[in-house]
C-alpha cells in the first residue's frame, strides 16, 4: 500500500464496516489508486464473484422539448428550434415493436418537461406499449420529469382524489404500466452547484422524496451523480451519503421498492453552456465507480454506462468495483461522446466478449435483476435463479 492514510480504511471495507464521508474524501484524493481499485474489487468480488450483468434494452427519448435551460445539458430544445422534435404515441409503439423483435427485455423511456402535453400523453404512452408489447419492462421517467407530471395531474386530474400529488400521480403511472424509476435528474444534490448549473430543476431533497414515495409503492428505481463540471469532491461524497441515508431509510421503514443501481454519469461539455470546462478524466471516472461501490453499501449494484464512459472503459470499470455495464441501448439523444450520432449500439455478443476479456462472466439480466434464459428474441426469466 502507497498511501499509509488508506490503511484504517482497507481495514473498514474487509470488514464489512461502512465508510464515514472523511473516508470517502480520502479515497477521492489518495494518489494510491492501486488500493483504492483493488478495495472496490473486493467489495464487488465479496457480493459477486466474477459475474457482471448486462442487458438487451432500448434507451427512447420521447421529446427534448424542455421548459428548463440547464447549463450542463446539450438535449434540451425549445418549440420551434433547430432539432427540437416530439415522438407521438404512434412511433414511441414502433420502437416498442421493434424493441420486441430484437429480444428487448427494457424500454428506458425519459425526455424533457414538455411545455404543451397533458398528463393523459404519458399513461396513453405507457398503456399503448404494455398493450403492444405485454413482457417489456417499462423503466420511464425521472424524478424531475415526474415532478412536473405531479403538477400537468393537479391540473388534468382536478377533483379526483390525489389529484397532483406525486403518490397519486405515480399511482395512474402504475396503473398504465410503469415498471420502475430511472436514475436521471439527480445531478449533484447541492444548493450551490444548482443555483449555478441547474437553476429552476428540483433540488435533492425533493428528488429524494420522489424516490421515496416510488418505494413506498413497490417501485425499485436508480440513482445518479452527474460530476467533473462545477462540483466540489466535498459535495460529491456529501451526495453519495444522501443517498445512502435515503436507502437505509427504505430498508428500515420495509418499503416494498428501493434503490438498486447506483450510475455515476461523467459530465461531457460538448454543445453544452460549459462547453469551457474540460470534463473528467479516465482516472476520475475509474475513482467514482469505485467510490461508489465503497460508500454505497447498501446499493446492490455500481453501473458503468458505457454510452458516457465508453465501453473499453466499461470493461476496465469491472475492476473497479463495477458490475453492470447497461445494456445495447441501440438510440441515445441526451449525450453523443466524441462526434456519435443517436444511433450507439452495442450488441450482446460484444458486450459479452469485453466482459469476458476482461475475466468476467457475463450474465443477461433483467430490469429487476433476474436472470434472463435466452433462445434468439424469445426469453424468460429464471425465478429459481435470482442474480441477488
Ligand atoms: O439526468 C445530461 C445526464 C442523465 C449531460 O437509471 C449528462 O439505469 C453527462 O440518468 N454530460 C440521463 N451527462 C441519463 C441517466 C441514466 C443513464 C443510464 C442508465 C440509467 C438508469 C440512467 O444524463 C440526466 C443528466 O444527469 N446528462 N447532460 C452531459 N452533458
Not at 444522501?242 to 418499503?255: K, N, P, T, W, Y
Not at 452495442?346 to 434464459?373: F, S
Amino acid at each position: 500500500m502507497q498511501d499509509p492514510a488508506l490503511q484504517p480504511i482497507a481495514e473498514k471495507v474487509y470488514a464489512g464496516e461502512r465508510l464515514t464521508a472523511a473516508d470517502g474524501l480520502a479515497l477521492l484524493t489518495t494518489r494510491d489508486v492501486w488500493t483504492l481499485g483493488e478495495l472496490a474489487h473486493h467489495a464487488r468480488t465479496q457480493r459477486y464473484g466474477t459475474a457482471a450483468y448486462y442487458n438487451i434494452n432500448r434507451h427512447l427519448n420521447y421529446s427534448n422539448l424542455c421548459v428548463l435551460s440547464c447549463k450542463f445539458c446539450e438535449f434540451h430544445r425549445k418549440p420551434g428550434q433547430d432539432g427540437a422534435y416530439q415522438y407521438s404515441i404512434d412511433e414511441v409503439v414502433e420502437h416498442a415493436k421493434k424493441a420486441e423483435t430484437a429480444g428487448a427485455t427494457e424500454m428506458h423511456i425519459v425526455g424533457g418537461l414538455h411545455p404543451k402535453l397533458k398528463f393523459d400523453y404519458y399513461t396513453d404512452l405507457l398503456r399503448a406499449v404494455r398493450q403492444a408489447t405485454p413482457a417489456i419492462h417499462l423503466k420511464a421517467f425521472t424524478a424531475v420529469e415526474l415532478t412536473h407530471l405531479a403538477r400537468i395531474h393537479k391540473r388534468d386530474r382536478k377533483g379526483h382524489p390525489g389529484a397532483g400529488t406525486i403518490r397519486g400521480m405515480l399511482e395512474d403511472l402504475i396503473a398504465a404500466g410503469l415498471g420502475s424509476l430511472p436514475g436521471g435528474g439527480a445531478e449533484v444534490f447541492d444548493d450551490r452547484v444548482h443555483n449555478e448549473v441547474f437553476r429552476g430543476k428540483i433540488g435533492g431533497l425533493e428528488w429524494i422524496n420522489v424516490h421515496r414515495t416510488a418505494h413506498e409503492l413497490g417501485l425499485m428505481s436508480n440513482a445518479t451523480m452527474l460530476y467533473g463540471h462545477v462540483e466540489t469532491l466535498e459535495d460529491r461524497i456529501n451526495h453519495l451519503c444522501l443517498l445512502r441515508d435515503a436507502q437505509d431509510e427504505a430498508i428500515d421503514q420495509g418499503h416494498a421498492g428501493r434503490f438498486q443501481t447506483i450510475i455515476p454519469l461523467p459530465f461531457f461539455p460538448d454543445g453544452s453552456e460549459l462547453e469551457h470546462l474540460p470534463g473528467p478524466t479516465g482516472l476520475d471516472n475509474l475513482r467514482m465507480l469505485a467510490v461508489c461501490r465503497l460508500m454505497l453499501d447498501n446499493f446492490d449494484h455500481v453501473k458503468c454506462f458505457w454510452i458516457m464512459q465508453t465501453l473499453p472503459m466499461a470493461q476496465l470499470g469491472l475492476s473497479w468495483g463495477v458490475d453492470d455495464v447497461d445494456g445495447t441501448v441501440v438510440w441515445y439523444d441526451i449525450t453523443k461522446v466524441g462526434g456519435a450520432g443517436t444511433h450507439q449500439e452495442t450488441t450482446p455478443a460484444d458486450l459479452q466478449k469485453l466482459i469476458r476479456e476482461a475475466g468476467y462472466t457475463p450474465i443477461e439480466r433483467d430490469t429487476l435483476y433476474r436472470r434472463v434464459i435466452r433462445d434468439g428474441a424469445d426469453w424468460r426469466i429464471d425465478e429459481a435463479m435470482q442474480t441477488v
